[in-house]
């Protein structure tokens, strides 16, 4: 199965990012995990959050800061990033940001919670 960005259409995440779910059990033959892209426009951020599941961020394009726990530090193209069950993360861009998302089990936005 091919796919590109765009095609199951976007919508904005419960955390301020714009998102196409690439693939997920829903719509494809993934089981238990999801693919996404995220975008996130310059001088935005995410809202900070945790979900139940693991997350695995693969910076696309673009350069930003990410918060990752108490950690902050810059992330720019080609950088992964682990993000385990429970730590509070979130971006901001410095310049126009697109993340690959890779989410194990799959992303469920029941399983995303804000932080205060």
């Given at each position: 199965?091919?796919?590109?960005p ?5 919508v ?17 033959e ?9 975008k ?7 809202l900070k ?14 350069i930003g800061?990410?918060l ?5 530090f ?9 993000i ?22 799959e ?10």
């Amino acid at each position: 199965m091919k796919r590109k960005p765009g095609e199951t259409g976007w919508v904005k995440s419960i955390d301020g990012s714009i998102v196409s779910e690439i693939f997920n059990p829903g719509n494809s033959e993934a089981s238990e995990f999801s693919v996404a892209l995220a975008k996130v426009r310059k001088g935005e951020e995410t809202l900070k959050h945790t979900h139940e599941n693991f997350e695995v961020y693969f910076v696309h394009k673009g350069i930003g800061k990410m918060l990752l726990g108490e950690e902050e530090f810059e992330i720019a193209e080609g950088d992964f990033i682990l993000i385990p069950p429970g730590k509070e993360h979130k971006v901001k861009a410095t310049e126009d940001l697109e993340i690959v998302c890779f989410s194990h089990p799959e992303y469920r936005e029941e399983r995303t919670r804000l932080s205060q």
